[in-house]
């Protein structure tokens, strides 16, 4: 389907399937929170970005970026891009994660740090991207 598109458009339409926070971007951070095996995706996002009210960031966004990450363990991690006040929105997820027992976790170079202390090579997770 991509060629297609490709060919009509006359321009690469190929997805970025870079694991959010191996590289920088500009303005934006990148979490990650441990999947719980109940609901979905979605509904722990929301949870999570929802759970301070009122909430301390005062503008920008969060979302979703469409991969995950399971780790050696099987853990399954979401990955969380924020932007615009970044100190509101990861005091707004730090506090989701606190008061919903959610364990998270951030990509540092190669390797992806777990906040209850376990430390994994990327290239020994496996990523699955989303859209």
């Known amino acids: 389907m991509s060629c297609e598109m490709e060919k009509i458009l006359g321009v690469s339409v190929a997805l970025d399937e870079t694991i959010p926070g191996a590289v920088p971007v500009d303005g934006v951070e990148f979490v990650y929170f441990c999947d719980d ?13 929802n759970y301070t009210n009122p909430p301390h960031a005062q503008c920008g966004g969060a979302s979703l970026n469409g991969c995950r990450l399971t780790l050696p363990d099987r853990s399954i991690f979401h990955s969380i891009g924020y932007h615009g006040d970044i100190a509101g929105w990861q005091q707004d997820i730090k506090e989701g994660a606190v008061g919903l027992n959610v364990v998270l976790a951030r990509v540092d170079a190669d390797t992806i740090i777990i906040s209850d202390g376990r430390i994994f090579e ?3 997770c496996i990523p699955k991207y989303d859209w």
């Open 37 to 49: 095996g109940h609901s979905s995706a979605s509904e722990q996002f929301y949870a999570l970005t």
């Open 122 to 124: 990327l290239s020994s």
